[in-house]
């Protein structure tokens, strides 16, 4: 007989919506930022070996009126990235048009039409397109027990749905949005799991604050420092 303490763990693998990761969780959080996506991904999937964990984002470009330093923190990132075993980046891109729109709220003009101004509208492409690939692609070759997705974008719905009614697999959510502001579309294509990533699974999931690679080494960058913790009953610092 099998000792069953000795049975091999059941594998998953893990897909990111980076920038919806970004968009719901860490935007407005530095701190956070300096993310290690396999510890996260062990976080939350304990009882699960790890087989891969596929990022999906897009290169960020330095634009008139942003923060001209934000590609320069994104490479130092990707490049810690790669310095994960079972992580791989897939890069979209971004896509900046110029475009006439409504004001908000509705303003009429003199013919009673809405008024429009011209915008610069900054969209993200490609990256669904990718994850839905990639995720049918690793399904279709068997390559895990469970397949998880960590977005809350409708737009994933089918491809999970192929993946658990074509293809017979285990899918589940990783949502990084509260219980009742996730999609309900994504809850409803018959998932096996579903977790919540919370800010505290992302605080104990951070990379070294400085990693080593075959081209020197890598800062986690100034502005994504977390600040210590004052110890309860300290008074404020006169420095």
Known sequence: MIDRLDAPRPTVSVYIDGFNLYRRLLEGHPQDKWLDLEKLARTLLPEYELARVRYFTA?????????????????????????????????????????????????????????????????????????????????????????????NDSDLVTPMRLVREELGKRIGLLSPMEPKRTSNELKQTGISLHRQVTPSCLEISQLPEQISDAHGTIHRPAKWRRIPKAPPGAGPSNQ
């Open 59 to 151: 290169v960020v470009k330095a634009l008139p009126g942003a923060d001209l330093d934000s590609p320069q923190r994104q490479q130092a990132y990707l490049r810690a990235l790669a310095t994960l075993a079972r992580t791989s980046v897939h890069l979209g891109n971004f896509r900046v048009d110029r475009r006439r729109m409504p004001l908000s709220p509705i303003q009429l003009d003199a013919d009673g039409q809405p008024r429009l101004v011209t915008v610069r509208k900054t969209e993200e492409k490609g990256s669904d397109v990718s994850l839905a690939s990639f995720l049918l692609l690793d399904a279709f070759r068997d390559d895990a027990d469970l397949f998880v997705v960590l977005s």
